[in-house]
């Protein structure tokens, strides 16, 4: 990565309860600290623990934050395409939307953002790791936006699960999956 964007950066991250939706947003957001100034990490979540709705922002930049409640971010990442119409009014103008391939089957209702459908439970299923979706629409997003180093993510997992190493030898390839599908869909 050359240059450090100087603008701020939000993303929502939206699935249901047990996808890893908070876990790659605690990811991204620990990363964030090591780069840029400021950095917040919001968690909203259902009482449900498994299957309930769940979402999180993630805004970093090397000015301060206003505030870490958006309504709209530039890029959504949806883990479950079920999920889709509910977060597709969250998307700004000229914004990305990630959204899981496995069961989409929705319309989109707008034509002014960039829609990317990844293959992440494809791609974990033929890892043979289902859970891991999530590490692969992270990296999917870190390859396409280029608006964090990707060493800073694989050290942030280093931090996390540096002490059971299967884990995180699973988690590091599913985010280099993930990051080689976004390096070939740069935006």
Not at 15 to 29: F, H
Not at 145 to 157: A, C, G, R, V, Y
Request: hydrophobic share 40%; charged share 20%; net charge negative.
């Amino acid at each position: 990565m050359e240059n450090k964007s100087t603008e701020k950066t939000d993303i929502i991250m939206a699935g249901l309860g047990g996808m890893g939706v908070l876990l790659a947003g605690q990811i991204l957001s620990g990363a964030a600290l090591k780069y840029f100034n400021h950095v917040s990490w919001l968690p909203s979540y259902a009482v449900q623990k498994r299957g309930g709705l769940c979402e999180c922002t993630v805004v970093f930049s090397d000015n301060e934050i206003a505030s870490p409640i958006i309504d709209q971010a530039q890029t959504v990442i949806v883990f479950d395409s079920s999920q889709f119409l509910t977060f597709e009014n969250r998307v700004i103008h000229n914004g990305l939307m990630l959204v899981e391939s496995a069961g989409f089957k929705d319309e989109p209702s707008r034509n002014d953002y960039n829609l990317e459908k990844i293959p992440g439970m494809e791609i974990a299923v033929s890892m043979g790791e289902g859970q891991i979706n999530n590490l692969i629409l992270l990296g999917t997003y870190v390859g396409m936006s280029n608006k964090i180093p990707s060493n800073l993510i694989e050290d942030e997992m280093e931090t996390r699960f540096g002490n059971r190493k299967a884990i995180l030898e699973r988690n590091l390839t599913a985010f280099r999956k993930g990051l080689e599908l976004g390096n070939s869909k740069k935006i």
